[in-house]
T-cell receptor
Framework: KQEVTQIPAALSVPEGENLVLNCSFT??????LQWFRQDPGKGLTSLLL?????REQTSGRLNASLDKSSGRSTLYIAASQPGDSATYLC???????????FGTGTRLQVFP | DTAVSQTPKYLVTQMGNDKSIKCEQN?????MYWYKQDSKKFLKIMFS???????INETVPNRFSPKSPDKAHLNLHINSLELGDSAVYFC?????????????FGQGTRLTVV
């Protein structure tokens, strides 16, 4: 059974810092991995999708890497801003299933 | 133009009532989902439909009945609501199977059962 864990559970940093959020999964037979952000009381916004054959994806100040064999992904946020404050969720799609299995999330606060 | 839209955004109702949540996607995706986010913010899949056909039913009580009139719509009907049904329900869509793409989520429906 696939389990997805995210550490840390919460993070509070001053503006301008570079951050690394971690996601680990127990079954390496995944199809892809997706990172989302969720603002309080809002829906999920897709940030990055990494296919199982890829090592990383970049979008602006965000870079996500995937090491399928070790069951890990990291989301790197460069030069953090207060607007980055949100909960970040990673989700994996299994090799032969169409459901996304979510991690527990990392709640990020970036203060000025 | 909203990609995945669900209505209503908020729903407050009494125990025992029956209610529905509607979802529509304009992305041309063939797969739609319902997810439940509990009070601890954990997201778990409830149902998945591919081209109007039920693919996943994740041991959800049969008081919950999804209906997909076409591949752009997936509604969720809940009978005999219970206090424990209070949660945020998210609709989502993606393209697949055979080439699973990015999943897009709606804004959520916050259901409160009193």
């Amino acid at each position: 059974k696939q389990e997805v864990t995210q550490i840390p559970a919460a993070l509070s940093v001053p503006e301008g810092e570079n951050l690394v959020l971690n996601c680990s999964f127990t079954d390496s037979a995944i199809y892809n991995l997706q990172w989302f952000r969720q603002d309080p009381g809002k829906g999920l916004t897709s940030l990055l999708l990494i296919q199982s054959s890829q090592r990383e994806q970049t979008s602006g100040r965000l870079n996500a890497s995937l090491d399928k064999s070790s069951g890990r992904s990291t989301l790197y946020i460069a030069a953090s801003q207060p607007g980055d404050s949100a909960t970040y969720l990673c989700a994996v799609r299994g090799g032969n299933t169409d459901k996304l299995i979510f991690g527990t999330g990392t709640r990020l606060q970036v203060f000025p | 133009d909203t990609a995945v839209s669900q209505t209503p955004k908020y729903l407050v109702t009494q125990m025992g009532n029956d209610k529905s949540i509607k979802c529509e996607q304009n992305l041309g995706h063939d797969t739609m989902y319902w997810y439940k986010q509990d009070s601890k913010k954990f997201l778990k899949i409830m149902f998945s439909y591919n081209n109007k056909e039920l693919i996943i039913n994740e041991t959800v009580p049969n008081r919950f009945s999804p209906k997909s009139p076409d591949k752009a719509h997936l509604n969720l009907h809940i009978n005999s609501l219970e206090l424990g049904d209070s949660a945020v329900y998210f609709c989502a869509s993606s393209q697949g199977p055979g080439g699973w793409t990015e999943a897009f989520f709606g804004q959520g429906t916050r259901l409160t059962v009193v």
